[in-house]
């Protein structure tokens, strides 16, 4: 079955600067990869998604791009601030059968002021 | 709030009890997903309806896990003979028929004492 890591497990950045979090996957035929927000006590919360058929996808400061030969993707945020603090989720979607999302064991973002 | 509710938000109950957490969907979303979310980790699978068939269990759904979706709305999710192990946020999540996206509840947090 799909296998998702997620790196690193705990990242720490200055007010402004960029935050990057990487996932790897295993099941080439994974074909939608979302990225989910939680905050301290919250549900996790749909950030931004990318399917296989795109190579980079763009929110405002949030970005996502899909490497499928390689089989990862990142999660990019630009100018970081405060309230960008929490634990982000990458998963990944099988194209097989029932089996639904599959989640990494996510990232502990702290944005200091 | 029409997205997904859970009941209750919290549970404390003593080890050996029985215990059954409610899940109401988005009201147009026909799949549901149970899933478990221990301190540091991602959302482990646990099982997935459609409508109200039950079409996949994970591993981690022992014999004392039992989930319900009667009438394809509502879901039930009862632990049996509960354990300390058992202790966990269980998050629901509901997503249109055909969509990758899932939405979560707020989860229920168990704590068996």
């Known amino acids: 079955g799909e296998n998702v890591e997620q790196h690193p497990s705990t990242l720490s950045v200055q007010e402004g600067d960029s935050a990057v979090i990487k996932c790897t996957y295993s099941?080439?035929?994974?074909?939608?990869f979302p990225w989910y927000k939680q905050e301290l006590g919250k549900r996790p919360q749909l950030i931004i998604d990318i399917r296989s058929n795109v190579g980079e996808k763009k929110d405002q400061r949030i970005a996502v791009t899909l490497n499928k030969t390689a089989k990862h993707f990142s999660l990019h945020i630009t100018e970081t601030q405060p309230e960008d603090s929490a634990v982000y989720f990458c998963?990944?979607?099988?194209?097989?059968?029932?089996?639904?999302?599959?989640f990494g064991k996510g990232t502990r973002l702290s944005v200091i002021a | 709030d029409t997205g997904v509710s859970q009941d209750p938000r919290h549970k404390i109950t003593k080890r050996g009890q029985n215990v059954t957490f409610r899940c109401d969907p988005i009201?147009?979303?026909?799949?549901l997903y149970w899933y478990r979310q221990t301190l540091g980790q991602g959302p482990e699978f646990l099982t997935y309806?459609?409508?109200?068939?039950?079409?996949?269990k994970s591993r981690l759904l022992s014999d004392r896990f039992s989930a319900e979706r009667p009438k394809g709305s509502f879901s039930t999710l009862e632990i049996q003979r509960t354990e300390q192990g058992d202790s966990a946020m269980y998050l629901c999540a509901s997503s249109l028929p055909g969509a990758a996206e899932a939405f979560f509840g707020q989860g229920t947090r168990l704590t068996v004492v």
């Open positions: 998963a990944a979607y099988p194209n097989s059968g029932n089996t639904p999302l599959v």
């Open positions: 309806f459609q409508n109200e068939a039950q079409l996949e």
């Open positions: 099941d080439s035929a994974s074909n939608y």
């Open positions: 009201s147009e979303h026909n799949r």
